[in-house]
T-cell receptor, first 112, second 113 residues
Framework: NAGVMQNPRHLVRRRGQEARLRCSPM?????VYWYRQLPEEGLKFMVY????????ESGMPKERFSAEFPKEGPSILRIQQVVRGDSAAYFC??????????FGPGTRLTVT | DQQVKQNSPSLSVQEGRISILNCDYT??????FLWYKKYPAEGPTFLIS?????DKNEDGRFTVFLNKSAKHLSLHIVPSQPGDSAVYFC????????????FGSGTRLLVRP
């Protein structure tokens, strides 16, 4: 039973480019969560999605960030016009029961 | 506004001894607490959890203690092993949310052989 998959593991973008981060939840899980970890900090909740629905995006920056979890395919976290402050590790988690969340290996985004 | 605090950024322990990692919280609405372990370049791995209706939960070498009146929980690892060296995150869930986890900033544990 494969765990949560994230790709790419490392992503380098220049300022102003777009970053797309993908997450495939564990088999049988229909809840997906995105978290961001800045250096020397804990993980911060960004968004919670179920298939085709955004349930809670209260942790997402108001601009440039969007997330989706389509009926088919992985969940996508999209960051438009990246800035240096977007450099962080982005973790996806999935669950069948809401608070037992299983994390992927993360995508480390570096903005140059 | 840090609702979950891990005040010790690092801890060093001799192999075979007990490791005690601490976590304090401020929100009395938290009803479920989790500990995650994280190795470099990997995602957090769920370790152990405790509901607010309990004061202790044990799983093998790992025990979590909850003191609600002090808003404090701790993770005990005994005996500590070099493979336990990792960053440990405390996380909490509020009773008004079924899913949002609030994480502490982590404690880096080093178990010396």
């Amino acid at each position: 039973n494969a765990g949560v998959m994230q790709n790419p593991r490392h992503l380098v973008r220049r300022r102003g480019q777009e970053a797309r981060l993908r997450c495939s939840p564990m088999k049988g899980h229909s809840h997906v969560y995105w978290y961001r970890q800045l250096p020397e900090e804990g993980l911060k909740f960004m968004v919670y999605l179920q298939k085709e629905n955004i349930i809670d995006e209260s942790g997402m920056p108001k601009e440039r960030f969007s997330a989706e979890f389509p009926k088919e395919g992985p969940s996508i976290l999209r960051i438009q016009q990246v800035v240096r402050g977007d450099s962080a590790a982005y973790f996806c988690a999935s669950s069948s029961r809401s608070y037992e969340q299983y994390f992927g290996p993360g995508t480390r985004l570096t903005v140059t | 506004d840090q609702q979950v605090k891990q005040n010790s950024p690092s801890l060093s322990v001799q192999e075979g001894r007990i490791s005690i990692l601490n976590c304090d919280y401020t929100n009395s609405m938290f009803d479920y607490f989790l500990w995650y372990k994280k190795y470099p370049a990997e995602g957090p791995t769920f370790l152990i959890s405790i509901s607010s209706i309990k004061d202790k939960n044990e799983d093998g070498r790992f025990t979590v203690f909850l003191n609600k009146s002090a808003k404090h929980l701790s993770l005990h690892i005994v005996p500590s092993q070099p493979g336990d060296s990792a960053v440990y995150f405390c996380a909490a869930k509020s009773m008004d949310s079924s899913y949002k986890l609030i994480f502490g900033s982590g404690t880096r544990l080093l178990v010396r052989p």
